[in-house]
């Protein structure tokens, strides 16, 4: 049995919505994880993914920011919302489907000063990080795959500059520590750099502010898959959909797509 999930921070479902769509149509995934849908659950656009196959949403919305989503086009075997930074922020959602978990993460971003004494944005994230770490520990991870925006990109060669970013929210050393702390206690693999490594492109992110993205090519890997070591021992393979940044109007993010084989 083949499945295929794809991974996308649409920054903004409704402004993103035909995108999405084509996305689909083109890979036709049999699991959606979206990030920063930027809708309540009852103001998720279902009708459109009812036509293209997908009649199972799992929803963690709240007005005008954040919001996860995992669409399907089989039932969940369960689904649950998890709370980790008990702030009801819509940034965590997994289900259990073809007897694998799945959980989509928005980590937050951090705002734009990496000073937690006199940034809240900034010790909220890091708050988060603590939170998943110590998740990670007590779940012992098996059949799990988790993805999402996690907002940081963990190794130097992640970015374009190293040197220009180490001190830039998403690249910093303590974001960087946490992340791959997280990494390590739950013996989680990387399954993108497991497949994907410099010189060829890892990056999934890239500024508004940059007027032709393909020329500076100065992104950022802030968007993963990581999956448990049973999974890793399958047939997989990964694509970055980079294409996407093209579009009109794009998400700053562009999707990851996974297909294992189980």
Same mark, same amino acid.
């Given at each position: 049995m083949i499945i295929k999930i794809l991974s996308w921070n649409v920054n903004s +479902?409704?402004?993103? !919505?035909?995108?999405? *769509?084509?996305?689909?149509?083109?890979?036709?995934?049999? +699991?959606?994880?979206l990030q920063e849908t930027k809708v309540i659950n009852d103001s998720f656009p279902q009708n459109e993914f009812l036509k293209l196959g997908y009649s199972h949403f799992y929803l963690h919305g709240i007005p005008s920011y954040n919001g996860v989503? +995992? #669409?399907?086009?089989?039932?969940?075997?369960? %689904?649950?919302?998890? &709370?980790?930074?008990?702030?009801n922020n819509g940034r965590q959602i997994g289900i259990k489907i $073809?007897?694998?978990?799945?959980?989509?993460?928005? #980590?937050?971003?951090?705002? &734009?000063?990496?000073?937690?004494?006199?940034? !809240?944005? $900034?010790?909220?994230?890091? &708050? $988060?990080? @603590?939170? !998943? #770490?110590?998740?990670? @520990?007590?779940?012992?991870?098996?059949? %799990? *795959?988790?993805?999402?925006? %996690?907002?940081?990109?963990? %190794?130097? &060669?992640?970015? /374009?500059?190293?040197?220009? *970013?180490k001190d830039v929210v998403s690249h910093t050393d303590i974001e960087r520590k946490y992340l791959l702390?997280? *990494?390590?206690?739950?013996? /989680?693999n990387d399954a993108v750099r497991a497949q994907i490594n410099p010189p060829e492109n890892v990056f999934t992110w890239w500024s508004y502010r940059s007027k032709d993205f393909k020329i500076n090519n100065r992104g950022r890997r802030l968007d993963?898959? /990581?999956?448990?070591?049973?999974?890793?021992?399958?047939?997989?393979?990964?694509? #970055? !959909?980079?294409?996407?940044?093209?579009?009109?109007?794009?998400s700053d993010h562009v999707p990851i797509k996974i297909k294992i084989n189980l």
């Open positions: +479902i409704r402004t993103r !919505l035909e995108q999405v *769509l084509n996305v689909c149509q083109k890979y036709k995934p049999d +699991i959606i994880c989503a +995992i #669409i399907t086009q089989q039932e969940a075997e369960s %689904f649950d919302i998890l &709370d980790l930074s008990q702030l $073809f007897g694998i978990h799945i959980h989509n993460f928005y #980590i937050p971003s951090g705002g &734009d000063v990496p000073d937690e004494k006199i940034n !809240l944005k $900034f010790k909220n994230k890091l &708050d $988060f990080l @603590k939170a !998943l #770490i110590s998740w990670s @520990k007590k779940i012992t991870p098996k059949n %799990f *795959l988790i993805c999402g925006d %996690f907002n940081i990109a963990p %190794f130097e &060669d992640d970015v /374009w500059s190293h040197k220009q *970013l702390k997280f *990494l390590e206690v739950g013996n /989680w993963h898959i /990581w999956i448990s070591n049973d999974l890793k021992k399958k047939n997989y393979s990964i694509k #970055i !959909l980079d294409y996407t940044r093209t579009l009109s109007r794009p």
